[in-house]
């Protein structure tokens, strides 16, 4: 039979109470009811069993409480109400998925690279992340050129990538990256809000983008679903997106491609780097990242993938 409201609201208050109880069993009733109480619309009881939540929203519900926890016990806190969550019995664990809690687990974990100049916030989020029975930190470097060398070393399944570098912006780093890589998915996560550093991101190839005051359970929650296939962005993100394509002047023309820049994309296509292409042809890399930009521009396009898949679809991609 399929399941009801009422079902899939016992199934909510049956995950949010085995939190609650675990961080009691841990730190005491007083401390664990308090900072439970605190969340919008959640009633306990002296129990800790879950009375009411905010039915428009129980995904948040548990977010919120986890991440409360989170501020107070710190990182661990996540492990504690992963452990608490899979103790309940329920049909299926889509509700833990959804909430980054779920208790299945690939059959080898995420590896994921992080990019970042400030070593303090990195070696944060590299606890967080290796903390996660699904995820592997494989690498943690804070520079355009060190981004580029360890995922073409470490073939990251994923890379969390910052937006300012010493030696370039996360962007060069992103091109570099899925010019060597290109299955590799890449998040930002960053400071800068506004739209056009957003834009230019999902422009070079980013899969995500959050940022840096995002809750823990929903980067881990996003995390998952990139490695699922799903897109990296907020609601309200991928609106901003919709709304900027849909202003944006229509384009069903392309400029024909000079004979160097066939040359490069079907060099790019064949999987060759800025810095080889640049020794093929004796050019600067300089010369070369200016090529793929005018190429990206005449056919419209937006990442190296899609120049790859561009040469592809019309033979470019022959040695011959």
């Known amino acids: 039979m399929p399941e009801t409201a009422s079902d899939e609201s016992v199934r909510y208050r049956e995950i949010l109470s085995s939190i609650v109880k675990r961080f009691m069993q841990l ?3 007083s401390s664990a009811l308090s ?17 009411d939540y905010n039915q428009s929203d129980p995904l948040g519900t548990i977010t919120l409480l986890i991440d409360r926890y989170t501020s107070v016990f710190g990182d661990a806190a996540v492990n504690l109400a992963q452990q608490a969550a899979k103790s309940v019995s329920v049909d299926d664990d889509q509700i833990l998925e959804e909430t980054g809690l779920g208790s299945s687990s690939p059959a080898s974990p995420l590896k994921i690279l992080l990019v970042d100049d400030h070593v303090l916030f990195r070696e944060g989020i590299f606890q967080l992340l290796n903390s996660q029975p699904d995820m592997s930190v494989v690498g943690q470097v804070g520079s355009v050129k060190e981004a580029v060398a360890k995922a073409s070393s470490l073939k990251p399944d994923l890379v969390l990538m910052d937006l300012t570098l010493p030696d370039g912006t996360g962007l060069d780093a992103t091109y570099g990256i899925l010019a060597e890589l290109p299955t590799a998915k890449i998040i930002f996560l960053t400071v800068h809000e506004d739209d056009n550093q957003l834009f230019a991101a999902i422009r070079a190839g980013a899969i995500g983008y959050l940022f840096k005051n995002v809750r823990t359970t ?57 810095r080889e292409i640049a020794e093929k042809f004796v050019i600067s890399e300089n010369t070369v990242k200016n090529h793929v930009r005018n190429v990206l521009s005449k056919l419209h396009l937006h990442s190296r993938r899609d120049i790859m898949d561009y040469a592809k679809s019309r033979g470019l991609n022959s040695r011959s």
């Open 27 to 29: 730190v005491g009733d």
């Open 35 to 51: 900072i439970a109480r605190k969340i919008p619309q959640l009633a306990v009881d002296q129990d800790g069993n879950v009375l």
């Open 218 to 274: 929903e980067l881990l929650k996003t995390l998952r679903g990139v490695a699922r296939g799903e897109a990296g962005l907020s609601r309200a993100l991928a609106r901003r997106i919709l709304d900027e394509f849909s202003r944006s002047p229509q384009k069903p023309d392309t400029e024909p491609l000079t004979t160097r820049e066939i040359e490069i994309v079907r060099e790019l296509a064949n999987g060759i780097t800025n």
